[in-house]
């Protein structure tokens, strides 16, 4: 018990004392009370019961059967969802994954016993104030990331907890308890029987966290090696280069670390060097070269996001992200059009952030001049949007339908009279207008 206090939203309360009223004991339980401690604002409220699933059920206008058979019910309150799981104890799991039979119990010290970490094995109601009974304050306190129990029992119980822990690590900016790292290392290989699409969900957590570059440790722990082995080449591969100071995979985490958190930005960095390892070649004096790097690394990122289930929106503008991730150029009006034409309106200003990231991860060799480039490059885009300059088809200022009315015939022809209109406007954006492109039919 303890006197600290949260603020429950009234709904949550609600829930909690329906169940208190009719004789049930009632909790918010897990990372809600986590977050509420730590003063950052829960994503959900989950709350733990004595009652079981059919009494839950029978004090609730509406409820929903999300997982009654691990005793979870869905309780709707004016329009919120709020998850109501029976306190229980798991049996032995068979699959790394799922207990092969759960077991309903009265004590909620035996239903804390079975979640993954002391800080996410805390309850909480405004009668009894905090239970914590594994010493969750005590590691929010020193910043720790600590299994219940056995780590190695709570890793086989369900695999992706190993990721989960280094996603929390990542999250709060703790570090992993020394016994909890080792039961990581030797459990790691039972990743192999987790989905794709939980690992993906862990993945992007860590990754646009405020230290996505705890993937390196991942890594030291043999964690990557079964979902992303591809990082792991990268860690082993020097660049000997004057342009870098890191190997392939330590600039790949200070190049995920210098963007900002965001889904796209953050798996392409992650992925725009993974052709390097492949394609490394050394010449006569000693010197590191990638040649076509960029191109192979956008094949890799193609096939691992397809490997993780990501959306196909995703897949295409990381992967064209990662094309284009090296893409230079002087910095001139005409220059900017044409990649912008060729990157995309829509994702020009991402392709400026990730030169930007990338070169703040290389060598100080050039760097000045290289974000000179960048900078000039930039103002030059600011100019072209401000004075809406035509950069693709969609702003041209004559359509197929204005070809036709002008008497062209129908066809093949209409596009490439399209295509050849655009490349004059790339060159000389003044002639954009109706009547100029006419003429020129």
């Not at 670390?257 to 390892?277: A, E, F, Q, Y």
């Not at 990231?357 to 974000?371: F, G, N, P, T």
């Amino acid at each position: 018990m303890d006197m600290l206090r949260i603020d429950l939203p009234e709904k949550v309360n609600r829930v909690v004392e329906t169940l208190q009223q009719h004789g049930f004991e009632a909790y918010a339980v897990g990372g809600c009370v986590r977050d509420s401690i730590l003063g950052r604002t829960p994503e959900d409220w989950d709350i733990t019961t004595s009652a079981q699933p059919e009494e839950v059920k029978e004090l609730f206008h509406r409820t929903i059967d999300t997982g009654i058979q691990h005793g979870t019910v869905t309780v709707r309150i004016s329009g919120e969802s709020f998850e109501v799981t029976t306190y229980r104890v798991d049996g032995e799991y068979e699959d790394g994954r799922h207990p092969k039979e759960v077991t309903f119990t009265s004590r909620l010290e035996e239903d804390l016993q079975r979640r993954d970490f002391t800080i996410n094995a805390m309850a909480y109601n405004e009668r009894d104030g905090l239970v914590d009974v594994f010493g969750g304050i005590e590691d929010l306190e020193s910043g720790v990331i600590r299994c219940v129990g056995n780590p190695e029992e709570r890793f086989s119980e369900d695999a992706l907890r190993i990721l989960r822990g280094v996603r929390f690590a990542a999250q709060l900016g703790f570090s992993l308890d020394e016994a909890t790292r080792e039961g990581m290392r030797n459990l790691a290989p039972t990743l192999k029987k987790i989905s794709a699409e939980r690992i993906q969900v862990e993945l992007v957590k860590m990754l646009v966290s405020d230290r996505p570059e705890l993937l390196g440790e991942a890594c030291e722990l043999g964690i990557t090696a079964w979902f992303l082995p591809e990082f792991d080449r990268m860690m082993e591969t020097e660049q000997e280069t004057p342009h870098h100071m890191y190997n392939v995979g330590e600039h790949t985490l200070h190049a995920m670390k210098n963007i900002r958190s965001d889904k796209v930005l953050r798996l392409t960095m992650l992925l725009h060097d993974m052709g390097k390892p492949a394609l490394k070649t050394m010449d006569s004096a000693g010197r590191a070269h990638f040649k076509k790097h960029a191109a192979e690394s956008e094949v890799l990122a193609r096939q691992i996001l397809r490997r993780l289930k990501f959306d196909n929106d995703t897949i295409y503008k990381v992967c064209r992200l990662v094309h284009f991730h090296d893409y230079r150029m002087e910095a001139t009006q005409r220059n900017v059009r044409r990649a912008m034409n060729r990157i995309g309106e829509e994702l020009f200003p991402a392709y400026l952030e990730v030169r930007r990231a990338d070169v703040l991860a290389q060598s100080m060799y050039k760097r000045e001049e290289k974000i000179r480039n960048l900078d000039e490059i930039e103002a030059l885009y600011q100019k072209i949007k401000e004075e809406e300059q035509c950069v693709s088809l969609r702003t041209l200022a004559v359509s197929g339908k204005d070809l036709l009315e002008a008497g062209m015939t129908p066809g093949r022809e209409i596009g490439e009279k399209l295509e050849e209109l655009l490349e004059l406007v790339l060159e000389s954006p003044e002639l954009n207008t109706k009547e100029e492109l006419l003429k020129r039919l």
